[in-house]
């Protein structure tokens, strides 16, 4: 049986008192597999994505160790490349696609509305379970006799391996589901839901982002079901799509692909680059530079992201005229990206700065996606993609945008709405230490790798020449470092949960509209429609030494 409360209505949002709220509206288990509330799935969420974010960890770690040294050190090669398959599988499809739209999404979108939840909350709830199932499948693939074809699934090496490619396949093909119907809710329920007086340029930059983020994951996620969907019926069937010994095209296969996985990036990294324009504006104190540009380059880069897949295919033997098309393409979407940094400096620049955790991250995020982005230009470039093509100066690009972009974005996410969420302040002093272990240890990783794609290093290989052995074992040393940061991150905000002082309202002074309700949030967000304002207008705030937070001259509607 499910117990319950009654929740109040009123609350005084500068002294966070409120005797109930969504942790505690109901209690039990069963009332959280079954909860429709848009907070708890985002919690779920949150736990589940961290889970896979540690197994995938787990094996960058056995893979960093590894190639320590040339030759075998920890494991066969065989091992090493279902090892490295499942680490990038795991990474991608567990953790970074979902992981900022599905747990802060669900958990910030309808409050950031001023909205009681998101437009299908029982839709939510199935994606969320439909995550649960793909994530099962892929994982089963492990006791199955885990697939070694690299987390693309290349063909047609895929459609002939003995390994368990069909389980793991089959468990991204159910995840897709997950992130269409996550895309669909957020596009219904930002056209839907807005309150009285949020116009489009009223809304917070973030949820901009998630809204072109939305868009990518309705349009382009099918097209990677069916793609995974022929390779499984080439597997079990023998219909030839893109095995050329049954008559397919293992190219056509490569464009599918690509079709859906890099306008995944901006799946990934488009949020991240919301989450950014909210953390720069709040701690540097100041009106966002740019909104407009900013609002506008998200669904940019949304657009461009369809058209660029080709540079993932300069070497394949497509033709001349192509390869310049999808070069200037390319070349193309770094502007909207561009746009955004300049705006984020300038917001910074005269703003009354403070260093708090998740402003550190903010900080390591513009330096190491600026890194990230500026190496794409050379992979862009037809004359130097030639010689970088499958070397680790690929591996460094790719994990300066999506470890150094998204996941520090969505470490500095987490810090930044913590309280918000738990409705308790974490150790600051330690979360600041170990944004300097994550960044140190990350930079030691792989700007060496950059070094080694340079030489000739290929990617993927258990096994190297020795000269290379000086820079893998930095990059090896540089990964313990980053898992002892991740470690410590891990270790003080789950001694918030029990032993931190209780957050108030808005401890960061933020204007946007979730600070305008308790930490945590009530179970019914807000009972009447708050008052909108501009986002990012800070006058209205000041800090109130009472409550150790700040607090809005003007009250909202309760």
């Known amino acids: 049986?499910?117990?319950?409360?009654?929740?109040?209505?009123?609350?005084?949002?500068?002294?966070?008192?409120?005797?109930?709220?969504?942790?505690?509206?109901?209690?039990?288990?069963?009332?959280?597999?079954?909860?429709?509330?848009?907070?708890?799935?985002?919690?779920?969420?949150?736990?589940?994505?961290?889970?896979?974010?540690?197994?995938?960890?787990?094996?960058?770690?056995?893979?960093r160790t590894e190639l320590i040294g040339p030759g075998q050190t920890i494991m066969d090669n065989d091992t090493y490349n279902k090892i490295f398959t499942l680490h990038g599988a795991i990474m991608i499809f567990l953790f970074i696609i979902p992981g900022i739209p599905a747990a802060l999404g669900n958990f910030?979108?309808?409050?950031?509305?001023?909205?009681k939840d998101v437009a299908f909350p029982r839709l939510n709830l199935t994606s969320y379970y439909l995550y649960v199932i793909g994530a099962?499948?892929?994982?089963?693939?492990?006791?199955?006799?885990?697939?070694?074809?690299?987390?693309?699934?290349?063909?047609?090496?895929?459609?002939?391996?003995?390994?368990?490619?069909?389980?793991?396949?089959?468990?991204?093909?159910?995840?897709?589901?997950?992130?269409?119907?996550?895309?669909?809710?957020?596009?219904?329920?930002?056209?839907?839901?807005?309150?009285?007086?949020?116009?489009?340029?009223?809304?917070?930059l973030f949820l901009w982002s998630l809204y072109g983020t939305a868009i990518i994951q309705v349009l382009a996620t099918?097209?990677?079901?069916?793609?995974?969907l022929l390779l499984i019926i080439e597997r079990t069937l023998g219909v030839g799509f893109f095995d050329p010994g049954l008559g397919g095209d293992p190219v056509l296969y490569q464009h599918f692909f690509w079709f859906y996985s890099h306008p995944a990036v901006y799946i990934m990294i488009l949020p991240a680059m919301g989450i950014m324009s909210e953390l720069v504006s709040t701690f540097s104190h100041k009106h966002i530079f740019g909104y407009k540009f900013i609002a506008y380059s998200s669904l940019a880069i949304a657009i461009l992201g369809f058209l660029v897949w080709g540079h993932?295919?300069?070497?394949?033997?497509?033709?001349?005229?192509?390869?310049?098309?999808?070069?200037?393409?390319?070349?193309?979407?770094?502007?909207?990206?561009?746009?955004?940094?300049?705006?984020?400096l300038a917001t910074m620049y005269k703003g009354s700065i403070t260093l708090e955790t998740p402003m550190l991250y903010a900080l390591s995020f513009i330096f190491l996606?600026?890194?990230?982005?500026?190496?794409?230009?050379?992979?862009?470039?037809?004359?130097?993609?030639?010689?970088?093509?499958?070397?680790?100066?690929?591996?460094?690009?790719?994990?300066?945008?999506?470890?150094?972009?998204?996941?520090?974005?969505?470490?500095?996410?987490?810090h930044y709405w913590?309280?918000?969420?738990?409705?308790?302040?974490?150790?600051?002093?330690?979360?600041?230490?170990?944004?300097?272990?994550?960044?140190?240890?990350?930079?030691?990783?792989?700007?060496?790798?950059?070094?080694?794609?340079?030489?000739?290093?290929?990617?993927?290989?258990?096994?190297?020449h020795e000269m290379y052995t000086p820079l893998h074992q930095i990059s090896t040393i540089g990964s313990y470092v980053m898992a002892v940061g991740f470690v410590v991150c891990a270790a003080y905000l789950i001694h918030s949960l029990f032993r931190g002082r209780k957050a108030p309202a808005n401890p960061w002074g933020s204007a946007t509209l979730e600070w305008r309700c308790a930490s945590p949030p009530p179970h019914d967000n807000f009972s009447a429609p708050p008052t909108v304002g501009d986002p990012y207008d800070m006058s209205d705030v000041r800090f109130d030494p009472q409550i150790g937070g700040y607090v809005f001259k003007t009250q909202p509607t309760p």
């Not at 910030?108 to 909205?115: N, S, V």
């Open 222 to 228: 099918p097209v990677l079901g069916i793609t995974l």
């Open 369 to 414: 996606f600026g890194i990230g982005g500026l190496t794409g230009l050379f992979l862009g470039a037809l004359a130097t993609d030639v010689h970088l093509h499958d070397t680790y100066f690929v591996v460094a690009h790719f994990h300066y945008v999506m470890f150094g972009g998204t996941l520090i974005a969505f470490l500095g996410g987490l």
């Open 108 to 115: 910030i979108l309808p409050i950031m509305l001023g909205a």
């Open 1 to 63: 049986m499910i117990a319950s409360t009654t929740s109040p209505s009123t609350i005084s949002p500068a002294t966070n008192e409120r005797a109930d709220n969504y942790l505690t509206h109901k209690t039990g288990i069963l009332s959280w597999l079954v909860t429709l509330d848009h907070k708890r799935i985002g919690v779920l969420y949150l736990i589940s994505i961290l889970f896979a974010f540690f197994l995938g960890g787990v094996f960058a770690i056995l893979l």
């Open 418 to 464: 913590w309280p918000k969420m738990i409705g308790k302040m974490y150790n600051e002093t330690m979360g600041k230490i170990a944004c300097l272990l994550i960044f140190v240890g990350f930079n030691a990783t792989f700007f060496t790798q950059f070094l080694l794609g340079m030489q000739g290093m290929p990617r993927r290989y258990a096994n190297y």
């Open 312 to 344: 993932h295919m300069f070497t394949s033997g497509q033709s001349s005229l192509m390869n310049m098309i999808f070069s200037l393409l390319t070349f193309s979407v770094s502007i909207p990206s561009a746009i955004k940094v300049f705006n984020w």
């Open 136 to 204: 099962i499948f892929a994982l089963l693939s492990i006791l199955l006799g885990a697939a070694d074809t690299g987390w693309t699934f290349y063909t047609p090496y895929s459609t002939s391996t003995s390994t368990s490619v069909v389980t793991i396949v089959l468990g991204a093909f159910i995840l897709g589901f997950s992130s269409i119907l996550t895309g669909l809710n957020f596009i219904v329920t930002i056209h839907t839901l807005r309150p009285p007086g949020m116009t489009w340029f009223r809304m917070p």
